[in-house]
């Protein structure tokens, strides 16, 4: 109850804009990110400083937000500072709107992303535009195509060049999206990939199909990747019919039958920290769910983060170059 209360207070203004951080985090400038104030990193990643909406602001066109599942920017952009140099390529096999590839190019990288669905590739094409007309010098391009034959849609030549993959499976055909007052109570809108007609997208098949077309895909990351490259998958368990699905262990066996060594599980906040308590942000329909379940006598709690599944290439051969070493203490911020 105390994180619902304080959920209220936070969203009745924009304090995103104005509050002051809880040490030992510093301001990174990318939407209210915040990295870790030490050369060790955390494996916490306190991605969610602003909301949604105030980190894309200005850094996004507005058709972005009719996507049904936004990774937030900063989840994106602590990947891509954590894991690359300027100058390294980055991939997104299922690219959306182009989080990825934008915040890529921001950060001097260049990015190539892979989109099924036309409607979300011009928008991620539109973003990557806007992002050049505010600055950013990396470079960019969206292919159309279904990622699990990523080989037949990536040039060749890329084949062992991709440094970083980030990306995030879908959550079903429809999420929680966007709702308003409506003449029967609450109306959603923007919750579904597509009108239903094209069962293509991954999010149409159940979770042991998920995990098969996903594997493909990591499959053909891990022939993309260059040796020591790093592959960052975003996922959280979903509730269907009350029963908690568990994705992030399905993510991590799609990611070691393609061949991928796991090596770290961080968690990336949905919640602000505000001095020293997390404040959730939930849909209003995650609310209403954990509600109705408490009250049911169910033991339910608010998800207020996302699972960093991080994985690794071998090397082979000599010279190969080593991703940053972060220890035991998880991610390099």
């Known amino acids: 109850m105390v994180a619902v209360a304080k959920h209220r207070a936070e969203t009745a203004g924009d304090p995103d804009e104005q509050s002051t951080p809880t040490?030992?985090?510093?301001?990174?400038?990318?939407?209210?990110?915040?990295?870790?104030?030490?050369?060790?990193?955390?494996?916490?990643?306190?991605t969610a400083q602003a909301t949604g909406p105030v980190q894309r602001r200005g850094r996004y066109v507005r058709e972005s937000v009719q996507h049904p599942a936004r990774m937030l920017p900063a989840i994106a952009a602590h990947a891509v500072t954590a894991y690359t140099q300027p100058g390294d390529l980055?991939?997104?096999?299922?690219?959306?709107?182009?989080?990825?590839?934008?915040?890529?190019?921001y950060a001097g990288r260049d990015a190539i992303?892979?989109?099924?669905?036309?409607?979300?590739?011009?928008?991620?094409?539109?973003?990557?535009?806007?992002?050049?007309?505010?600055?950013?010098?990396?470079?960019?391009?969206?292919?159309?195509g279904d990622a699990?034959?990523?080989?037949?849609?990536?040039?060749?030549?890329?084949?062992?060049?991709?440094?970083?993959?980030?990306?995030?499976?879908?959550?079903?055909p429809t999420v929680h999206g966007l709702v308003r007052p409506g003449?029967?109570?609450?109306?959603?809108?923007?919750?579904?990939?597509?009108?239903g007609t094209d069962r293509g997208n991954l999010a149409y098949r159940d979770l042991t199909g998920l995990a098969d077309g996903f594997?493909?895909?990591?499959?053909?990351?891990?022939?993309?990747?260059?040796?020591?490259?790093?592959?960052?998958?975003?996922?959280?368990?979903?509730?269907?019919?009350g029963e908690l699905v568990d994705l992030p262990s399905a993510v991590i066996g799609a990611g070691i039958?393609?061949?991928?060594?796991?090596?770290?599980?961080?968690?990336?906040?949905?919640?602000?920290?505000?001095?020293?308590?997390?404040?959730?942000?939930?849909?209003?329909?995650?609310?209403?769910?954990?509600r109705k379940a408490r009250a049911a006598g169910t033991p339910m709690h608010?998800?207020?983060?996302?699972?960093?599944?991080?994985?690794?290439?071998?090397?082979?051969?000599?010279?190969?170059?080593?991703?940053?070493?972060?220890g035991e203490g998880g991610a390099v911020a």
């Open 257 to 290: 039958r393609a061949g991928l060594t796991p090596v770290d599980r961080c968690v990336a906040l949905l919640a602000a920290v505000r001095d020293g308590e997390l404040v959730a942000r939930p849909s209003f329909f995650q609310l209403q769910a954990v």
């Open 215 to 241: 594997t493909q895909i990591l499959t053909g990351c891990h022939t993309l990747l260059r040796p020591g490259g790093v592959v960052v998958v975003t996922a959280r368990p979903w509730r269907k019919h």
């Open 23 to 46: 040490a030992p985090f510093t301001i990174d400038p990318i939407g209210g990110h915040q990295a870790a104030a030490g050369p060790e990193g955390l494996s916490v990643w306190a």
């Open 90 to 105: 980055v991939l997104d096999p299922m690219c959306g709107i182009g989080t990825t590839l934008v915040e890529a190019i």
């Open 113 to 144: 992303g892979v989109e099924y669905e036309s409607r979300w590739s011009d928008i991620a094409d539109a973003n990557i535009k806007h992002a050049h007309t505010q600055g950013a010098t990396g470079r960019a391009g969206v292919i159309r």
């Open 148 to 172: 699990t034959s990523i080989l037949s849609l990536v040039p060749g030549a890329l084949a062992g060049q991709v440094a970083l993959v980030v990306t995030s499976p879908p959550y079903g």
């Open 183 to 195: 003449a029967d109570g609450v109306a959603k809108f923007d919750n579904a990939y597509n009108d």
């Open 302 to 326: 608010l998800i207020a983060h996302e699972d960093v599944l991080v994985f690794t290439k071998s090397h082979t051969g000599s010279g190969a170059e080593t991703p940053k070493d972060t």
